[in-house]
């Protein structure tokens, strides 16, 4: 016996297969039962466990899950290992405000011992979440032993990774301006600061300042001019100001001097900026004049100026001015400050043409001055160490004059409680402004990077950080990407390869506690240095140290070298907390500290693929041999790309000149139903625990991934999830009930002989080819990484073609007449197609296509589950292109005639007499299809017509399409329209195939086209058409005293079947059947009787002149009565 179901309880059925999952170890047999199969290896981008999962990480753990189970149904073993991102600046922010303190306490209120403890008891806040995540949604993957990045195996690897990395001459010290988060307390990489959000839409305060030219090292052509002259340059940051020691000019940009007036003092004044900007820079109360006499005249509010000269900027290069902010000179070099320089940094849309260069706080800057020789603006503190105007909460320095000491340089950095009302930019603004060194000062909206984490602006400043040279690997980086299937092509095409184009070298230390130790020790003068790379080696090192007396004991000597349980790893700590005091000993017999630094948590997740297998301590040939790098399969956000992505690509190159993924889907976002982003302080954010519970895992699923391709960003909308569980699941869950009701009727359990292809009807041929092709596309689609497809051919499958199509046509082989080899076909035949779509399906909705297959599988099935089978294989021998060709026309010119009923307001139930149709260059040779037509749309006669035959049908109105001739023809139109609507039949079928036709007015030819009129096909009176995509229907709507009569009893049959339903009578019951009579109803039911009785399973009908009990019911308002029971 089939189970059945009173109704879909999707809740109930996920609960059930759940427990039969954990019950059964299907996931765990899913792999032992592959174990000698081909490996298919998937990597697990870590997720951090410090924060709750969102409903966007149902996308990606869906996503990931489909090609897993699939690639398992196609007989591969696929091994799925957990992990969790442990460190990095997340987890130490959630403590620090636990705990409430900040950086500047670790190490002083706070030992670092106890900051990283606290941090390593707060990493797995929300683990339990994430696991309660994963089964619910049905995500499969190995949570009993995952792998941790704080663990000491991990960091070992890392090490290993760090000091080949080294070896290589990737790994380097130096000293750049760097991404700075002052209220994080640490540098970012270039990837950290382009993850999507980290530049945000701001207003900032800007000024245009006047720099004083030192008159005598001005080209000749200026010195003769009168008064002194000043630069214009424009900034974004006044902060930085103080810290200036260059100003840039375009070499063959036009410049000009310009005589005008300050607009805030009215001061005269002679001023040089690019000449094309002048209109931008002068703009609003400005005038330009001709000469000296207009200069001097100010008119209707507006500022004169004059342009005295016009010169290339090479004229300027090696000129000097005078320091605009005079608080500090460079401790050295001073005399080489304060020049004019070249670079192409400089641009003519925005600012003033002249850029002020402060080589402390910008990039671009610092490497401009170091090339030309600029000093930047360092100054020595008590300890005579070089250090910027600003430290590194981001304050100026305290030696600061005039009240700014102490003070942040972005008012974002203060508490809410104590922000001033004056940010410095405006301090500094209004400094300038008193000294009459302003021109101008105004706001200006722009994008600006701020910290990925604490969501506040960064810095740009110095920083002694160790970096990895990707500069020099771009052309290897950007060869390889080539080899890799990026989802969708874009992605790796434009952002990726974009980015790798434009690689900065990548910043690997991090000024923070929680984090693997760069291990990485140097002498105080850093003439010597050695990278550690394994436990062993830097316990052999530090016996070194002890020896020559520089540590009392060595700290790890429990440690046993080469036993790699999981307990003697476990017996030491390589944090931070355990390393600073470590000191090791120089080649030269100097002691060595540690770079105090810790490494980016990017690096950590990026070394994924080997410190999880402990490589190469452990499992080295997985990686050496390729057995289990690089990965058939990833998947993550789109933001990735610079992230984890980049991370994994970057390390697999350098260390093994390969890809390290071979396949990859980048997610996009899931936005709310309005296409905004999610978020808590908007109110529109999903609970993805919630949003499962209330509509099943597998609605979820399957609308993430049928709703659109799984890279481009999801407008989630709860209507749609519930018009998936209706339509697909719902249509899926009837067809198995329709199925289960009867074949249980019939004793069905696939236990005879199978009836071979030919000798089952042409129905059973057509699904069943659609089947296979719909297993061919499938197939095919999930191995090109394409879910989106696949779910959308099922559903058309499921809906259309098997519901809608071949139950409705075969409904009566399933109840009608005996146990017959045509009704045996039609039972073997949906099985086959309710078990295939179950497990080309599963992947998707793993629960509910495993309960309805533990449902048929007992009859046929070895298999104990579905995602235990074998995808299923197509038969091309059961494709018949031809016959879903002539099929898919049969429902395209059903649902033409349903049209055409709806339109006339004719029920389906109202048979109809004929109905024409005309396809070019065909005419069904079978029967078959023309019967089905007919059944369908409840049509006596179904005629093809060639299209002469066709056209008798019908008449052909023209006329003139005014709009496009009248401006042409003006007086005349109507006269020509008058001509063309005399044109006979002929005519216009010319003008319709395309042939000119030329009309005489007034002794002039017009030539007309098909585009210059408007053809109107009317037909005859009692029809109605309708042409759609190369196919014409004609439809008879005439309607006969019989064929009124037949359509009647149609709908006394449908009010009969509703009363057996409300009786909630058995589809096999049969009923005696009382009808109060009349002679309405003799008429319909005189020569219906036949056909009403068998489709109601009536035994006996009886006509009574005077019912005294029954029903009351209407038939084109004609009341009767009715009365039926149960024929026992």
């Not at 080819?769 to 999930?782: A, G, Q, V």
């Not at 109809?912 to 089905?932: R, S």
Request: proline share 4%; glycine share 4%.
């Amino acid at each position: 016996m089939f189970k059945e179901y009173k109704n879909l309880e999707i809740d109930k059925i996920t609960n059930e297969i759940r427990c039969f999952w954990e019950q059964n170890k299907i996931f765990e047999k899913s792999i032992i039962y592959r174990n000698n199969k081909k490996l298919y290896v998937f990597y697990e981008g870590p997720p951090s466990a410090n924060g709750s999962p969102g409903i966007h990480h149902i996308l990606s753990r869906t996503i990931k899950d489909i090609f897993c189970r699939y690639n398992t149904l196609k007989g591969k073993k696929v091994t799925r290992k957990a992990g969790w991102d442990t460190h990095g600046l997340p987890v130490e922010l959630v403590v620090e405000t636990k705990l409430g303190i900040t950086k500047n306490d670790i190490g002083k209120k706070i030992s670092i011992y106890t900051f990283n403890k606290k941090c390593k008891e707060a990493v797995m806040r929300y683990s339990n979440e994430w696991k309660k995540l994963s089964k619910h949604l049905g995500y499969w993957i190995y949570l009993d032993k995952p792998y941790y990045t704080f663990k000491t195996k991990y960091i070992e690897t890392i090490w290993w990774l760090l000091k080949n990395i080294y070896k290589k001459k990737f790994l380097y010290k130096g000293y750049k301006i760097q991404p700075y988060s002052p209220a994080a307390g640490t540098g970012l990489s270039s990837h950290e600061l382009n993850i999507p959000g980290a530049y945000k839409k701001i207003s900032d305060l800007t000024i245009i300042v006047q720099f004083k030219s030192k008159k005598k090292t001005l080209p000749k052509k200026l010195k003769k001019i009168n008064g002194d002259i000043y630069l214009l340059s424009w900034t974004t940051t006044p902060w930085t100001l103080p810290s200036n020691t260059a100003l840039t000019v375009g070499r063959n940009i036009d410049y000009v001097v310009i005589s005008t007036y300050n607009p805030y003092s009215f001061s005269k004044i002679n001023i040089i900026l690019a000449k094309k900007l002048i209109k931008k820079v002068l703009s609003k109360n400005f005038l330009p004049v001709r000469n000296e006499k207009e200069l001097k005249e100010i008119k209707q509010n507006k500022i004169p100026y004059l342009v005295l000269n016009v010169f290339k900027g090479e004229t300027l290069i090696g000129s000097c001015y005078e320091q605009l902010i005079d608080w500090f000179l460079p401790y050295k070099n001073k005399e080489k400050a304060f020049k004019i320089i070249s670079g192409n940094i400089v641009n003519q849309k925005i600012g003033t043409g002249i850029v002020h260069i402060s080589p402390t706080f910008g990039e671009e800057d610092f490497f401009l001055s170091k090339k030309h020789g600029i000093p930047p603006m360092l100054i020595l503190d008590k300890n005579k160490i070089p250090r910027p105007l600003v430290d590194m909460e981001g304050k100026f320095i305290k030696e600061t004059p005039y009240g700014f000491s102490g003070k942040y340089v972005k008012n974002e950095y203060y508490s809410d409680d104590k922000r001033p009302d004056k940010s410095v930019d405006l301090e500094i603004a209004l400094f300038l402004k008193k000294r009459n060194k302003v021109f101008k000062i105004e706001k200006y909206i722009h994008s600006y990077p701020h910290c990925w984490r604490t969501q506040k602006p960064i810095l740009y400043y110095p920083l002694d950080s160790w970096f990895i040279k990707t500069t020099s690997l771009k052309k290897e980086m950007l060869y390889l990407n080539q080899f890799i299937n990026w989802k969708p092509k874009s992605t790796g095409k434009k952002k990726f390869g974009y980015w790798l184009e434009n690689l900065t070298d990548w910043n690997l230390s991090r000024s923070r506690f929680w984090g693997i130790p760069l291990p990485i020790w140097r002498t105080k003068k850093g003439d010597e240095e050695i990278v550690i790379g394994s436990i062993e080696e830097l316990i052999n090192e530090i016996d070194k140290s002890v020896k020559e007396g520089f540590m009392s004991y060595n700290p790890f000597k429990n440690f046993i070298i080469g036993n790699m349980s999981e307990k003697n790893y476990d017996s030491i700590d390589l944090h931070k907390h355990n390393l600073d005091n470590i000191i090791l000993l120089s080649k030269y017999k100097k002691p060595m500290i540690r770079e105090s630094d810790i490494i980016d948590v990017w690096f950590d997740s990026g070394a994924m693929p080997y410190a999880q297998l402990h490589y190469p301590f452990e499992n080295q040939f997985l990686i050496d041999k390729k057995k289990f790098f690089p990965a058939d399969f990833i998947c993550e956000g789109v933001d990735q790309t610079r992230g984890w992505f980049f991370t994994l690509h970057t390390i697999s190159c350098i260390l093994f000149n390969s890809i390290s993924f071979k396949n990859v889907i980048s997610n996009g976002l899931v936005l709310d139903k309005k296409g905004k982003k999610m978020s808590k302080s908007r109110g529109n954010t999903i609970n993805p625990f919630e949003i499962i519970k209330k509509y099943g895992p597998d609605t979820i699923r399957w609308y993430f991934i049928s709703n659109s391709s799984p890279w481009g960003n999801i407008k989630f909308n709860i209507e749609k999830i519930e018009n998936i569980k209706k339509k697909f699941f719902g249509t899926l869950y009837n067809v198995y009930s329709f199925f289960a009701i009867y074949a249980n009727i019939d004793n069905f359990k696939y236990k005879e002989k199978e009836i071979k292809l030919k000798n089952r009807p042409t129905i059973d041929k057509w699904i069943l080819s659609e089947l296979n092709t719909l297993i061919k596309k499938t197939d095919n689609y999930y191995n090109n990484y394409e879910p989106t497809k696949v779910a959308r051919k099922i559903e058309v499958f499921v809906i259309d073609n098997l519901s809608n199509w071949y139950i409705r046509l075969s409904r009566r082989r399933f109840w009608k007449g005996n146990y017959t080899n045509n009704k045996i076909s039609a039972y073997q035949t949906l099985y086959t197609c309710l078990l295939t779509i179950y497990k080309i399906s599963s992947p998707i909705a793993p629960f509910f296509m495993e309960n309805f297959y533990k449902n048929l599988n007992k009859t046929l099935e070895p298999f104990e589950s579905v995602h235990l089978s074998y995808y299923p294989k197509y038969n091309i021998s059961t494709i018949d292109q031809n016959l879903e060709l002539k099929m898919s026309i049969a429902k395209n010119i059903t649902s033409m005639i349903f049209s055409l009923r709806k339109k006339e307001k004719i029920k389906v139930r109202q048979p109809l007499k004929i109905a024409l149709i005309l396809i070019n260059n065909f005419t069904p040779k079978k029967n078959f299809i023309i019967n089905i037509i007919k059944k369908e749309v409840n049509i006596k006669h179904i005629k093809f017509l060639s299209n002469k035959k066709m056209y008798n049908f019908t008449k052909k109105k023209i006329k003139i399409n005014y709009k496009l001739l009248g401006p042409k023809f003006g007086k005349n139109i109507n006269l020509i329209n008058s001509l063309i609507s005399k044109l006979n039949k002929k005519e216009i079928k010319n003008i319709e195939n395309g042939y000119y036709f030329i009309i005489k007015i007034h002794d002039h030819k017009i030539c007309l086209s098909k585009k210059d009129v408007y053809i109107l096909t009317e037909y005859m009176q009692g029809w109605s058409a309708i042409c759609y995509n190369g196919i014409t229907v004609a439809l008879d709507t005439n309607i006969s005293e019989d064929l009124k009569k037949e359509g009647l009893s149609r709908e006394l049959i449908n009010k009969i079947q509703n009363i057996r339903k409300y009786y909630k009578y058995k589809i096999t019951d049969k009923i005696l059947l009382y009808i109060e009579t009349s002679n309405f109803l003799e008429k319909i039911i005189k020569n219906n009787k036949k056909h009403i009785c068998e489709e109601t399973l009536t035994s006996e009908l009886i006509l009574i002149k005077n019912l005294k009990y029954g029903i009351f019911l209407y038939i084109e308002n004609n009341q009767f009565k009715i009365f039926l029971k149960r024929n026992l």
